[in-house]
């Protein structure tokens, strides 16, 4: 559905363009503790939590470390510092960036899972809303085990509250559901085993089905 869905939005919307790029990759290494608290609180609906990690933008060649905080209001908080690369290590700048932000030290998380995607961003004409459209998802966890979401794709719309957006009215005529899920969750519950993910089974088989209907279609 994406072609007709981005033809049909083409006099509504606007490209991000970087170094003549309009669809970009993204690549990410997560942090957790040992026995996973970070994913669990997501897991158990808590708020107060938080995602660590590194995060490059390939095609820039720009790599950031940052802490991403929910409250429990809702809101989102992300802050983050410069870094050369990703690193599997939290050392120097990023560990003192992670203790100054949060109640976590370096020495209690390690290294989880890379996370690969690529994004298209759209921002409307009148500069209130901006989709990203995530494509390719795809993970490896440190033992080079591997899942892929090739056929999904993921819309997110952030807009003002009053605006209307052209995206979301689409979308809806054509019968698709809003729903959310982590991606780093999505990735923890499909590449580890042991792993309680109860709450997130819905999601995970629609996923699942999508990539079967569309693999038997072909």
Do not use: W
């Amino acid at each position: 559905m994406l072609p007709e869905l981005l033809q049909s939005l083409a006099d509504k919307y606007r490209i991000l363009e970087i170094t003549g790029n309009r669809l970009t990759t993204y690549e990410s290494l997560y942090f957790d503790c040992l026995l996973f608290d970070l994913y669990y609180k997501h897991h158990q609906g808590k708020m107060n939590r938080y995602k660590v990690r590194f995060r490059k933008y390939v095609e820039s060649d720009l790599s950031f470390f940052e802490v991403k905080y929910k409250s429990n209001k809702g809101r989102t908080i992300k802050k983050r510092i410069k870094q050369k690369d990703i690193s599997l290590t939290l050392q120097n700048d990023a560990a003192d960036f992670l203790h100054k932000h949060t109640s976590i030290i370096a020495s209690d998380i390690e290294a989880k899972i890379f996370v690969y995607y690529k994004r298209i961003t759209l921002v409307n004409n009148n500069l209130t809303e901006r989709v990203t459209i995530d494509l390719d998802l795809s993970y490896a966890d440190l033992n080079s085990r591997t899942s892929k979401f090739e056929n999904l794709v993921i819309v997110e719309i952030k807009q003002d509250k009053a605006s209307k957006s052209d995206m979301a009215a689409l979308l809806k005529r054509k019968y698709v559901r809003e729903g959310s899920i982590s991606k780093y969750c999505l990735g923890i519950a499909t590449l580890f085993e042991n792993i309680r993910s109860n709450n997130f089974k819905e999601r995970i088989n629609q996923f699942k089905k999508i990539q079967n209907d569309i693999a038997a279609s072909y």
